[in-house]
């Protein structure tokens, strides 16, 4: 026995002949109309939420008359009513550029909608008293139900080829490779060497030698010979105290001539603040 397909038509016409319904539904089925008991909702631009149950309809038509059907509000509860697997079908005017419009946002609320093989296709007037050219609008709901799953195809993983080592393998021992230098032990400097800079002081407890050499370093006396006749053995000594050693007699003095007497500024011992 043939199964029964339920089929709601919806139209914002006064009157609406069954005929006109069979003529939509067989732009669905090419095959043919088949075992269908339609129902039919006249002046459905009145309505915001259809009496249907959850998934109940098999075919859903939609037969318009204006661009504004149908509405934001109605156009939801079609994924709401349309079963899994069910088809919808919008049947509209293709004359006016408001309506072409109107077809391709209801193209883009199918698609968000998760419907899916959705075409639009020329057709001709499911009312045979009018001759105006129409455009119809199908598409297929999914045929997977709210909640259901199913697996993931999984790419096949490589797998690795497979080393295997022979315990009779000869290996290289390590210590083979080294030498006889890498072998000696790096020689650490004596502990308590105070060797390690040449602007460093001797240690309190030196035991290199440093503190012996400083001691023997003496600091020169400034002389008035010196300032009457500035010298420099290294010639150094008249830049500043930025060249100047650290026994140099003219440490303090501001930089001067050699030759020339050294002379202080009015100013020099003038606190700066």
């Known amino acids: 026995m043939e199964m029964q397909e339920s089929v709601l038509a919806l139209t914002d016409l006064a009157v609406l002949p069954t005929s006109a319904v069979f003529n939509a539904v067989k732009m669905i089925n090419n095959e043919g109309v088949g ?5 039919v909702i ?10 249907m149950d959850f998934a109940s309809v098999d075919i859903m038509v939609f037969i318009c008359s204006s661009s504004e059907f149908p509405d934001h509000q109605l156009f939801e509860e079609i994924p709401r009513v349309v079963k899994p697997g069910g088809m919808v079908l919008l049947h509209q005017s293709s004359e ?8 391709s946002l209801l193209v883009r609320k199918l698609l968000v909608a998760g419907f899916v093989d959705v075409k639009v296709f020329p057709v001709n007037s499911v009312l045979q ?7 119809g609008i199908k598409a297929r709901k999914p045929s997977w139900k709210i909640g259901s799953s199913f697996a993931l195809e999984r790419k096949p993983t490589k797998v690795l080829p497979k080393v295997q080592i022979d315990d009779d393998m000869d290996l290289i021992d390590e210590d083979s490779l080294l030498s006889e230098e890498d ?8 502990s308590g060497d105070c060797e390690v800079g040449s602007t460093r002081k001797a240690c309190k407890n030196c035991t290199c030698g440093r503190a012996e050499v400083e001691e023997k370093v003496q600091k020169l006396e400034l002389t008035m010979d010196h300032l009457t006749n500035p010298q420099s053995a290294c010639g150094s000594c008249g830049l500043g105290d930025a060249f100047r050693c650290g026994t140099c007699p003219y440490k303090g003095l501001p930089p001067f001539k050699l030759g020339e007497k050294v002379t202080l500024a009015g100013n020099f011992l003038v606190a700066d603040i």
């Open 183 to 190: 072998l000696k032990k790096p020689q650490l400097p004596p």
């Open 96 to 103: 006016s550029a408001p309506g072409e419009m109107k077809t």
């Open 129 to 135: 008293s009018e001759a105006a050219q129409f455009l």
């Open 35 to 39: 075992n269908i008991d339609p129902q």
């Open 42 to 51: 006249t002046q459905a631009s009145l309505l915001y939420k259809l009496p």
